[in-house]
């Protein structure tokens, strides 16, 4: 196994830990697992940046980075994931994934910056 595949599979390991926090309401160790997933994934993701014969690889490493940075409220890191990505040759359906991602975050920013505040469940049901 390649280290981008070690990297991806011991990040999707360390957010299934904190899937599994999350239900026992241990919310330090939720944290804390989606924070080295996050490092893992984005490390893996670098790697193949570069690499646009990898799709679609290369796209959902970015994706899943996205989405973990989002989970730990950061922000400006998942937008430069998804525009990384989408700068390259992803998937009609990764694609469209990746630009969901990107509405959901500026779409909870506006809100905010509004004075809106939505739960997690309302923000993606307006989202959907």
Same mark, same amino acid.
């Given at each position: 196994m390649n280290k981008v595949q070690e990297l991806h599979r011991a990040a999707m390991n360390l957010?299934? %830990?904190? #899937?599994? @926090?999350? /239900? !026992?309401?241990?919310n330090r160790q939720v944290q804390n697992a989606l924070r080295q997933a996050l490092k893992l994934e984005s490390e893996a993701a670098q790697m193949v940046a570069d690499d646009? #014969?990898?799709?679609p690889t290369r796209s959902v490493?970015? $994706?899943?980075a996205a989405? /973990?940075?989002m989970e730990c409220g950061e922000f400006q890191m998942?937008?430069?994931?998804? @525009? $990384?990505?989408?700068?390259?040759?992803?998937?009609? #359906?990764?694609?469209?994934e990746l630009k969901d991602l990107?509405?959901?975050?500026? *779409?909870?920013?506006? *809100?905010? !910056?509004?004075?809106?505040? /939505?739960?997690?469940? %309302?923000?993606? /049901?307006l989202a959907s």
């Open positions: 957010a299934e %830990q904190a #899937d599994l @926090a999350k /239900l !026992r309401g241990e646009l #014969d990898s799709e490493l970015h $994706r899943s989405s /973990l940075a998942a937008e430069k994931l998804i @525009a $990384r990505a989408l700068a390259g040759s992803p998937p009609s #359906d990764i694609e469209e990107f509405m959901q975050i500026n *779409l909870n920013h506006y *809100l905010t !910056r509004q004075g809106v505040q /939505l739960t997690e469940t %309302q923000l993606q /049901l």
